[in-house]
T-cell receptor
Framework: EPEVTQTPSHQVTQMGQEVILRCVPI?????FYWYRQILGQKVEFLVS????????KSEIFDDQFSVERPDGSNFTLKIRSTKLEDSAMYFC??????????FGSGTRLTVV | AQSVTQLGSHVSVSEGALVLLRCNYS??????LFWYVQYPNQGLQLLLK??????LVKGINGFEAEFKKSETSFHLTKPSAHMSDAAEYFC????????????FGTGTRLTIIP
């Protein structure tokens, strides 16, 4: 069964550093998403991406965040200057034209 | 706007007993509803989904859920709990297909008592 692949599985970074989280969505999916889950809390929507542009973003997704689809397969989330409160599990997801919605296994980001 | 309310942040059941995890939704359009399971330090695994077909939806691992429009509910059940069912369960709603985001509930941690 097709999977959404995320790398790395765990990343530790110093506060103020830039991080890039990478995702390979399912190849024939059209829509791409990033979600965040702070430890012990619910999963929160960050941003959706379609046709090479952001289609919706939450209030969490401020100017420190950006997304990009640099080629035909990768989908990245960049955090420019990480804060302690950015520590969370970040999930990438992709969906097709109808109901299918597949999550990756996540990247645990720890900001120290 | 769409939202999900999961009643009970922690539920404990004995092994072999019925599992019932509650989810109520709010959506301005006919919703698509999902249940996900998350095991410790792992990702989100889809248990089942309702997409306007049959109101009783069967998923993996013996779970099922019934969509009740009149009650705006989508409760998750399993007739007989196993130890391996211990996990966090999230209900989610999506108002439409295509490019619509998922809105998650706060989750229910299920504990199985031997």
């Amino acid at each position: 069964e097709p999977e959404v692949t995320q790398t790395p599985s765990h990343q530790v970074t110093q506060m103020g550093q830039e991080v890039i989280l990478r995702c390979v969505p399912i190849s024939n999916h059209l829509y791409f998403y990033w979600y965040r889950q702070i430890l012990g809390q619910k999963v929160e929507f960050l941003v959706s991406f379609y046709n090479n542009e952001i289609s919706e973003k939450s209030e969490i997704f401020d100017d420190q965040f950006s997304v990009e689809r640099p080629d035909g397969s990768n989908f990245t989330l960049k955090i420019r200057s990480t804060k302690l409160e950015d520590s969370a599990m970040y999930f990438c997801a992709s969906s097709g034209a109808y109901y299918g919605y597949t999550f990756g296994s996540g990247t645990r980001l720890t900001v120290v | 706007a769409q939202s999900v309310t999961q009643l009970g942040s922690h539920v404990s059941v004995s092994e072999g007993a019925l599992v019932l995890l509650r989810c109520n939704y709010s959506s301005s359009v006919p919703p698509y509803l999902f249940w996900y399971v998350q095991y410790p330090n792992q990702g989100l695994q889809l248990l089942l989904k309702y997409t306007s077909a049959a109101t009783l939806v069967k998923g993996i691992n013996g779970f099922e859920a019934e969509f009740k429009k009149s009650e705006t509910s989508f409760h998750l059940t399993k007739p007989s709990a196993h130890m391996s069912d211990a996990a966090e369960y999230f209900c989610a709603v999506r108002s439409g297909s295509g490019n619509e985001k998922l809105t998650f509930g706060t989750g229910t941690r299920l504990t199985i008592i031997p």
